[in-house]
């Protein structure tokens, strides 16, 4: 496979890329390096990534005339499309950068891979976020998704109708990924278990949401490595795209898989292990969830994803962020590094 990674410098899209790298596929990466979180984070991804043979391209998804640069000089098989902006609660300052990456920037890819002869199959992260307010658990790939709770969710929701008319008009063959709080070594500081370690490290303390009926907030932790093989047997599992010249042939493969863990945990929970790997007591203060687009709990039902690509996840909460916080204080500790605490 020659495979095209947007979002490379982010990180699924480091892990995807460096696995695809250890087992003999072609990878390019392309990623923006937006400020949304702390930059230096993605610059010492690429570095590892370039460490190991994998050449990011820095420029935006947007950019059609580098993207059709690209494509002309190397005959990509797959692309796995990562680049997004990410986050629930950043859409309500900055909506206008979702509508930017997660909707233009998909159709402007789109639109090159339509293009290119032979026209790549495509696999892209959508979102568990689509299921917003379903109460019927777990998620299933057959549930309504036109409920989101979130600007953010609203942009992958509608990345999946975009997908398909792209699969109908012109024989794109593209699988739909909806990851479910992935978590891991290089992760986003963003996300809750990130800046929980921060905080609980600082001795600040830190806020848990509390859902409606007094519940704590629950979600389906997945770690990296799992969502890697997810990915990796999506592509493996990719129809070649049917178009040629930017015309249908034939029908062409459209699908989409939840990649969760089927264990959902309470964030509580998640603390606790958390201060038991760190050794120290959290600050813990519970409000009462806001409404910021965040939901009260999400549980992926995986068995589609099991019976097509052979996906099984294998690691516990308590295992993985064992791994993450080795990770974090090796990453943090000493040097320039501690500057970024």
Known sequence: MTVLVTGAAGFVGTHVSSALKRRGDGVIGLDNFNDYYDPSLKRARQALLERSGVFIVEGDINDVELLRKLFKIV???????LAAQAGVRYAMENPSSYVHSNIAGLVNLLEVCKAANPQPAIVWASSSSVYGLNTKVPFSEKDRTDQPASLYAATKKAGEEIA???????????TGLRFFTVYGPWGRPDMAYFFF????????SISIFESANHGTVARDFTYIDDIVKGCLGALDTAEKSTGTGGKKRGPAQLRVFNLGNTSPVPVSDLVSILERQLKVKAKKNVIKMPRNGDVPFTHANIS?????LGYKPTTDLQTGLKKFVRWYLSYYSGGKKAAAR
Do not use: C, P, W
């Not at 005959?75 to 499309?81: E, K």
């Open 164 to 174: 398909h008319t792209y699969n109908h008009i012109y024989g794109l063959s593209l």
């Open 197 to 204: 370690t921060k905080d609980i490290l600082k001795g600040k």
């Open 304 to 308: 589609l994803a099991q019976r097509e």
């Open 75 to 81: 005959t990509f098989t797959h692309v796995m499309h």
